[in-house]
Nanobody, 123 residues
Framework: QAQLVESGGGLVQPGGSLRLSCAAS????????IGWFRQAPGKEREGVSY????????SYVASVKGRFTFSRDNTKNTVYLQMNSLKPEDTTGYYC????????????????WGQGTQVTVSS
């Protein structure tokens, strides 16, 4: 069964760091465009990072640029989101998703979507 599973969330103080993982099973991640998203209950989903499967480039939303970094380990079929200098406003659920084409990722046309991992930034 093909699925994405996120992990690595937790409680961290402002200014701290977390590394989220998104592990795929049943399919090969590097064939797909990959996005990290965050969404609080009752609020709109926000794209955090978008990675193209055409050229491997990653774009970040302005609010996380310079603080969050996407990476991948193809041997583990896993991608990561390194989050540094965390702020209370980063608190929410984080999800990874894939799409066959980068344009589909941007348009919200996902083929796989994980269950999410909660990040809480608080002192």
């Amino acid at each position: 069964q093909a699925q994405l599973v996120e992990s690595g969330g937790g409680l961290v103080q402002p200014g701290g760091s977390l590394r989220l993982s998104c592990a795929a099973s049943g399919f090969t991640l590097d064939a797909y465009a990959i996005g990290w998203f965050r969404q609080a209950p009752g609020k709109e989903r926000e794209g955090v990072s978008y990675t193209s499967n055409n050229d491997g480039t990653t774009s970040y939303v302005a609010s996380v640029k310079g603080r969050f970094t996407f990476s991948r380990d193809n041997t583990k079929n896993t991608v990561y989101l390194q989050m540094n200098s965390l702020k209370p406003e980063d608190t929410t659920g984080y999800y990874c998703a894939t799409a066959g084409r980068y344009i589909d990722l941007l348009r919200g046309r996902y083929n796989y979507w994980g269950q999410g991992t909660q990040v809480t930034v608080s002192s």
